[in-house]
């Protein structure tokens, strides 16, 4: 149980283009979602946190204009890179948190974006 | 705000021995959780043991353990008979204990374990 899938692994676009990655928790209802993203050998760096049905809170120094995340649902969460650029190639990862384990969050797989 | 620190960048064992990856946190706050992690090359973040801060008995999974030193704000974690698919980043992560489920993960900045055949 406690499976989350991410849509798609991997994506190329061109630079001006909008990219959107799907999250979806399989197996269980997340209230909360978090958009993580991650540059080769380096940690995790947390873009936003988005409860289901409310705006999403983006953390300093994250263009919320840019990075716009929809969590219209208990069980899916998007992320849409507007505008992208070469700068925005990196590795995004999302985890959803169960409601009721409020203690554990569970990672999707990760999706590889790539502008060209 | 909360820190967290692993001052190790790099480690490797020998197949089937011990190894000890430490961490160290900075919090003002009682209750929180620690957490391990582990990305192996497929970049699946993995849970790897969780610490409650009021809990004074040290987390135990299998092969891996943590020593939680409340006082001193470290939190290692033993890998006991290190075995090849334990390679991966381990990063050590802190979130403020809550009842509103929004509270973050603070990570550290990992460290690269390399098992020796």
């Known amino acids: 149980g406690a499976v989350v899938s991410q849509h798609p692994s991997r994506v190329i676009c061109k630079s001006g283009t909008s990219v959107k990655i799907e999250c979806r928790s399989l197996?269980?209802?997340?209230?909360?979602m978090f958009w993580y993203r991650q540059f080769p050998k380096k940690s995790l760096m947390l873009m936003a946190t988005?409860?289901?049905?409310?705006?999403?809170?983006?953390e300093q120094g994250v263009e919320k204009d840019k990075f716009l995340i929809n969590h219209a649902s208990l069980t899916l969460s998007t992320l849409t890179v507007t505008s992208a650029h070469p700068e925005d190639s990196s590795f995004y990862i999302c985890?959803?948190?169960?409601?009721?384990?409020?203690?554990?969050?569970?990672f999707g797989p990760g999706t590889r974006l790539t502008v060209l | 705000a909360q820190t967290v620190t692993q001052s190790q960048p790099e480690m490797s064992v020998q197949e089937a021995e011990t190894v000890t990856l430490s961490c160290t946190y900075d919090?003002?706050?009682?209750?929180?959780?620690l957490f391990w992690y582990k990305q192996p090359p497929s970049r699946q973040m993995i849970l790897v043991i969780r610490?409650?801060?009021?809990?004074?008995q040290n987390a135990t999974e299998n092969r891996f353990s943590v020593n939680f030193q409340k006082a001193a704000k470290s939190f290692s974690l033993k890998i006991s008979d290190s075995q090849l698919g334990d390679a991966a980043m381990y990063f050590c992560?802190?979130?403020?204990?809550?009842?509103?489920?929004?509270?973050?993960?603070?990570f550290g900045t990992g460290t690269r374990l390399t098992i020796i055949p």
């Open positions: 985890s959803a948190r169960d409601r009721h384990l409020q203690y554990e969050q569970f």
């Open positions: 197996d269980f209802q997340a209230t909360t």
């Open positions: 988005s409860n289901e049905g409310s705006k999403a809170t983006y």
């Open positions: 919090t003002s706050e009682s209750d929180y959780y």
């Open positions: 610490q409650e801060a009021y809990k004074q």
């Open positions: 992560a802190y979130r403020r204990g809550s009842n509103f489920g929004n509270e973050k993960l603070t």
